[in-house]
Every structure is written in structure tokens, then in C-alpha cells.
């Protein structure tokens, strides 16, 4: 590792910090209906929307109703974007005449964007159109995200309001999300990608001929509208199947670092915003302290375990599997942050990383994405920990347990150990199933643990609403998309119901005002013990399955050994 290298890690944590209060400000008076910048730019496409669909952004629901809006408008995203895959031949854009996405393919797929997911089964230069990615794709990266933020801002509003059961309006903070925040960022990044050189128009596959005679087809279309949303939105998923590896996706080292500060930025500003909305820039600061230690100690034990290099190759450091352009450094920090936090896209292939590298990506996902997370979910996964934190600390001191004044009871524990649960069953059942089964181990691209840390990554990756993969499963088949494809819809409403049924009972209670004897959520103890909650609940659950695949490869590397 260069000092190169160490320099831009650190200018990258900088500026991530630096920027956290400044966006996380913005979105929060973007959040709370005040005055700000954008206000004139899209006020009047915002009042056209509710004129529309017939809204009134000043009702508000309890969490019954808010839940029920959430789910039908994916259910109807859902059902649309299966539609134009099933029908994708006759619909325009689509100058290379691709065919009809098959059904469970398109299943899969739908289930996947609608949900922030974005696992991809197909090559997307030869699958989806031009339309498909557009229309379809494109528009669910806004969308799925925005419904991310709006389940944190409901969380928020249970958590600082008093003696009331309304807890927002979903069509309000799923347009002001989508037009103040996700919109004019993409568009501000989108420029930028197309100045580095990332593709953007609608030409057909333009034919060549290499510097050595060979014949070749490159990919064309609208793909850094796609890219800036799939990383703002911590979306994932490719435009081209190579994802950040392809040198249209992702062409300069510049672009690359464009890209990897896009997937943290809103996560980390969210941070900020929810502690300005709930009084207390403090509790903010804690949360995203908390993010950036695990972070780090991932990111440290991944570089390390790169550059120690494997026995089997006479312990140089690998660059199988990585661009040439990015090096082992942006490698490790990209297969990080994007695990960190819930996107999915990716510059390097993880099935080529090292046993223990590609462990803590795993591990990323499985600790429930809350080291920054996806854009609104993880925040709202961090306030499942935050939960069982401050329940496990009443029982160590006996006192009620409290969180910013609201006593924390057994429906809220009991919810909050449900959508731990749900992740925790999608993830061991489902892998345990594809392991022993013929249908799941037709797919494998290689034996032993390595194989098996395949599956494990698969079925981690979808529950955890990531999409990443590691490369080296064939995920294409009946058997996967249908399996994959409900283990999302697990990973995703098994967790988003029962955390807006947390936010609707909070919201009934009332607020009690600090003492001497209060538990404090803004200090250095309570981020050590938050820590130690994540890492043992979220982590120890898995310790069998990761000891059956990247524990075991690696000390079989070790001697020689390898899959």
C-alpha cells in the first residue's frame, strides 16, 4: 500500500465528513417543510404530483396507513416494471431488437429494483433495452430509494412527536425525497460521469475492429443517468454487466472516486438530518460515529488480507479479478463501502478477492447494512440496534429503558427482534437449502468452502437489499430468481413493517424529561455498547455458516490449498 493510497482514504473519510453536516442540514429543512434552494426549482412539479394522484401533503396517517400506501405503490412499480421486460420486444428503444426477458427472470428482476435491491441474474448489454432501463430500472432506483427515506423520516417523527398516532404522509416524503434530494444530486453527478467519459446517448452497438484485427461490438446508451441514481440512491446493479469495472461505466480514477463518495454521501448526511429533527445534532454524531468505526475495521482487515497476498501464488498480492486502472487499494475501499452500505455495484470481482476479504463483505450484509447502509435503511436498520442497545442497558442497571425520553416496552423489543429475525431465517434457511440441493449446486462455479461462500453471498446479499454478488454463482435459473426473489421481499418488508410499527407506537407516547439517572445516547459509552450490540447479535448469529465457507478457505489457503 502507497502513501498514494493512504492519502485517498483519508481525503475520502474527510470529505465525507465534511459534506455530512452540510447535505444532512439541506435535507433536513427539505424534511421538515422549511425554505431551502430547491424550493423554486421543482415547488411547482411537487404541487402538480399531489394535484395528480389527489393527494393532500399536509394529511397525515398513522402507521397502518402509511404501510398500506408504501406497500401498493411497490406493489404497482412492481407489477410494471415486470410487464415492459415481458413485453420488452415491441416496445421502443430497443435498437437491438433484444427479446422478451423470461418470466422468472423478470420476476426476479422486478422484485429486485422495486425494492432498492437491484440483483441482477442477466448481462444487462444483451437483456434490457434501452426503455426497460429507462423507464423501468431507472425510475425504481429513485423511487426505492426514496421509499427508504421516507421509512427513516416516519421513524424520526415517532421518535420526537408526543401523544399522537400520525407519524407523516408517504406521498409527501416519497415526492419531496425524489424531487429535492435524489433528483438535482443525480443530475449534478450524471454531468460529471459524462465529463469523465461514461456513455450517454441512444445509438445503436457500434461494431469495431481492435488494434489486433478482431472484430468487436461495443454497448452504447443512456447509462450515466443510471449510474448516478444507482449510486446516489445506493441502488447497485450495472448498466453493462462488467458494473464499475467497465470502462464505459466507469472510466477514470477520478469517476471511480466520484462514485464510491456517491454511495456513502446520503446515508452519512441522514445521520445529520435525523439528529437536527429529533433535537440533537449529538445523537446524529453518535450514529455516524458508530458507522465509521465499523467501517474502518473492516476496510483495515480487507486491506490487510489483500496485500498479505495468497500462499498458493507465492504470497504476492492479487490482482485477479481487479482493474488494472484502480489497483488493489480502490478495489478493497470499493468492495467496502458498497457492501457498507447496501448498493451493490462493483469494481472488482469478489469472488476473486481473498478468504477473509471477501468474509467481511459477507459480514457487511449480515450485521443487517447499518454501516451507513442503504439511503434511509440504514438508518432505520441502525434504530433496530439502537433498540435492543438501550433495552439490554435498562436490564444491566434496572431501569425502564428510555431512547430520547420514550420508554421503550415489549411491543418495541418484540418488533425489533421480528426484523431481526426475518434477515437472519431468509439468509441460514435459504442457503442451507441451496447447499443440499441439486438445483442449488448446478450453479456453483467452484467446490469446497469457496463454493459455499458463494451461496451464503447470494442469499446474504439479497436479504440485506445489497444486489452486490460474488461472480461466480449463476444465479439465472428458476431455481434462484424465484428463491432470491422472495428472500428480498423478506430482507425488505420483514424489516420495513415492523419499524414502522416501532415509529407508530412511539409516537403515542409521551416524552419524559432527562434526569440524573437517564441513560445517555450521545456518548462514547453508548457507542461502545452499541458496537458491541451490533457485532454480537448481528454478527454471532452467523459464526457456524461463515466457519463452513471463508473461515475454513482461508486456513486451507494457508496450506496450499485452493478452490
Not at 31 to 55: D, Y
Not at 437 to 463: D, K, R, V
Request: glycine content about 10%; aromatic content about 12%.
Amino acid at each position: 500500500m502507497t502513501p498514494h493510497d493512504f492519502i485517498q482514504i483519508v481525503l475520502f473519510i474527510a470529505i465525507l465528513t465534511g459534506l455530512t453536516p452540510i447535505l444532512g442540514t439541506y435535507m433536513g429543512k427539505v424534511f421538515t417543510g422549511k425554505k431551502h434552494i430547491m424550493l423554486p426549482v421543482f415547488g411547482w412539479l411537487e404541487r402538480r404530483i399531489f394535484r395528480f394522484v389527489g393527494a393532500d401533503p399536509a394529511e397525515e396517517t398513522n402507521w397502518k396507513s402509511y404501510a398500506f400506501s408504501l406497500l401498493m405503490f411497490n406493489f404497482i412499480g412492481f407489477v410494471f416494471v415486470f410487464l415492459i421486460q415481458r413485453f420488452q420486444a415491441y416496445l421502443p428503444l430497443n435498437p437491438e431488437n433484444l427479446p422478451n426477458v423470461s418470466w422468472h427472470s423478470a420476476l426476479n428482476t422486478s422484485i429486485s429494483f422495486v425494492t432498492n435491491t437491484n440483483w441482477q441474474g442477466y448481462a444487462g448489454e444483451t437483456t434490457m433495452s434501452y426503455f426497460v432501463q429507462m423507464i423501468g430500472l431507472t425510475v425504481q432506483n429513485f423511487v426505492s430509494a426514496a421509499t427508504g427515506i421516507a421509512v427513516m423520516l416516519a421513524v424520526v417523527r415517532g421518535l420526537s412527536r408526543k401523544s399522537t398516532d400520525k407519524i407523516g404522509n408517504f406521498w409527501t416524503d416519497l415526492a419531496r425525497s425524489t424531487l429535492y434530494v435524489l433528483l438535482p444530486l443525480s443530475i449534478l453527478l450524471a454531468i460529471a460521469l459524462i465529463g469523465q467519459g461514461v456513455v450517454q446517448n441512444f445509438k445503436p452497438y457500434e461494431p469495431i475492429q481492435t488494434l489486433q484485427g478482431a472484430h468487436q461490438v461495443l454497448p452504447m446508451g443512456p447509462a450515466a443517468s443510471q449510474i448516478a441514481i444507482k449510486q446516489l440512491g445506493t441502488n447497485g446493479g450495472g448498466f453493462f454487466n462488467a458494473n464499475s469495472a467497465h470502462p464505459f461505466e466507469n472510466p477514470t480514477p477520478f469517476s471511480n472516486f466520484l462514485q464510491i463518495l456517491a454511495i456513502f454521501l446520503l446515508p452519512a448526511s441522514l445521520t445529520y438530518s435525523y439528529g437536527k429533527m429529533v433535537g440533537s445534532a449529538r445523537q446524529g454524531w453518535a450514529i455516524f460515529t458508530v458507522m465509521l468505526i465499523l467501517f474502518l475495521a473492516g476496510l483495515s482487515i480487507s486491506l490487510y488480507a489483500e496485500y498479505s497476498g495468497n500462499p498458493v501464488f507465492g504470497n504476492l498480492p492479487m490482482m485477479e479479478g481487479k482493474e488494472t486502472r484502480f489497483g488493489i487499494t480502490n478495489s478493497v475501499l470499493f468492495s467496502m463501502v458498497t457492501t457498507d452500505a447496501s448498493c451493490g455495484a462493483v469494481n472488482a470481482m469478489h469472488d476473486s478477492l481473498s478468504p477473509l476479504s471477501g468474509m467481511v463483505t459477507i459480514i457487511n450484509m449480515m450485521l443487517g447494512e447499518v454501516i451507513f447502509g442503504g439511503v434511509g435503511a440504514g438508518l432505520y436498520g441502525m434504530f433496530i440496534f439502537v433498540i435492543l442497545t438501550v433495552f439490554i442497558a435498562g436490564l444491566m442497571v434496572g431501569r425502564t429503558p428510555e431512547f430520547l425520553g420514550k420508554k421503550i416496552g415489549a411491543f418495541e423489543v418484540q418488533m425489533a427482534i421480528i426484523a431481526n429475525l426475518a434477515t437472519s431465517f431468509a439468509i441460514l434457511v435459504f442457503t442451507a437449502w441451496a447447499s443440499v440441493s441439486s438445483y442449488g449446486l448446478a450453479s456453483l462455479n467452484n467446490a469446497g468452502p469457496h463454493g459455499f461462500s458463494e451461496i451464503l453471498y447470494a442469499y446474504t446479499s439479497a436479504a440485506g437489499n445489497n444486489g452486490s454478488a460474488f461472480a461466480g454463482l449463476n444465479s439465472n435459473t428458476l431455481f434462484y430468481n424465484l428463491t432470491l426473489g422472495l428472500v428480498i421481499l423478506i430482507g425488505r418488508f420483514g424489516v420495513i413493517i415492523p419499524v414502522l410499527a416501532i415509529a407508530g407506537s412511539m409516537a403515542g407516547k409521551n416524552i419524559t424529561p432527562p434526569s440524573s439517572g437517564t441513560f445517555r445516547t450521545d456518548n462514547w459509552l453508548f457507542i461502545g455498547l452499541l458496537i458491541g450490540v451490533i457485532l454480537i447479535v448481528g454478527g454471532l448469529t452467523y459464526f457456524p455458516s461463515l466457519s463452513l465457507g471463508p473461515i475454513v478457505e482461508h486456513l486451507l489457503m494457508n496450506n496450499g490449498i485452493s478452490f
